[in-house]
């Protein structure tokens, strides 16, 4: 694992440009970052791109995983990378200190608008890990954008999947748009959480009658969607791209 990585993650602090030390926040744990790297390992990915740059966690552990990757690329997308209240331009300075720079492409953009101008360029990704703003709306866009510019068979992964506007949203791409699972974090939580016991309820809801299961909480009433996504428990999602978008103009699914 790259050395500025490993530090970050044993210490739990990182250092501004002016060589202050801060206590890390908001960023992917040690465990996510591996799932994040198996998956580019496996999919071996030349074009990735990411929203959320934060102190630079997540975009280490990709880039860390991209290096064993010929002309692999990685783009980064954060509005308040450089804001002196927020990241203080550490996760750009800790990529560089990596010896990453030459891989990336930054923009210091809201993602509805640096993403849209990729896709009139024309770009396409093969990997999208998206965990920038997490109000609903913020997260829908991000996909619908990233959707274009991935290729079938690519892989989009979404942090948080617990928080509940991100949890909609993965029940939407699921029952809505040609992607199917391709697998969660935690991957097997069932036995040691109180998941489990909300698993079983799922399991026992989804097989009520349609009347019966109109009088459980909306929650309860998607068993067999959630259950798909590994909820409630599943903090990561990484979703494969089956198929180029053919729904009819009017289609809707509910979710
Ligand atoms: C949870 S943090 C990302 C943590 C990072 N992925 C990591 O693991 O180290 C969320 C990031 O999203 C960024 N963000 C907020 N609004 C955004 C937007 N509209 N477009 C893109 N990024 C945004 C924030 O500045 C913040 O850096």
Not at 92 to 99: D, E, F, I, S, Y
Request: aromatic content about 12%; some cysteine.
């Amino acid at each position: 694992m790259n050395r500025v990585l490993e530090d970050i993650l044993r210490t739990g602090y990182t250092k501004t440009v002016d060589g202050e030390s801060i206590k890390i926040n908001s960023n992917i744990s040690r465990e996510e970052g591996g799932f994040l790297q198996e998956i580019i390992n496996e999919l071996k990915p030349t074009r990735t791109l990411e929203i959320g740059l934060a102190y630079g966690v997540s975009a280490l552990f990709i880039c860390d995983a991209l290096a064993k990757i010929p002309s692999a690329r990685h783009v980064i997308i954060d509005p308040c990378q450089g804001s002196q209240d927020l990241w203080k331009g550490v996760g750009l300075r800790n990529l560089t200190v990596a010896g990453f720079q030459d891989m990336i492409e930054f923009y210091e953009q809201p993602s509805h608008i640096a993403l849209p101008r990729l896709i009139s360029e024309g770009r396409e990704i093969d990997f999208a890990f998206i965990d920038g703003a997490h109000a609903f709306d913020y997260a829908l866009v991000d996909f619908f954008c990233v959707d274009y510019l991935l290729r079938t068979n690519g892989v989009v992964v979404f942090d948080d999947t617990g928080m509940p506007a991100i949890q909609r949203l993965c029940r939407f791409i699921i029952t809505n748009r040609a992607y199917t699972v391709l697998r969660y974090f935690p991957y097997n939580n069932e036995a040691s959480s109180k998941g489990y016991s909300k698993r079983r309820l799922f399991k026992k809801a989804s097989q009520l009658s349609p009347v019966a299961k109109r009088v459980f909480k909306y929650e309860y009433a998607k068993p067999e969607v959630d259950l798909s996504l590994g909820l409630p428990g599943s903090q990561c999602i990484a979703f494969r791209k089956n198929a180029a978008d053919t729904r009819a103009w009017n289609f809707y699914h509910d979710f």
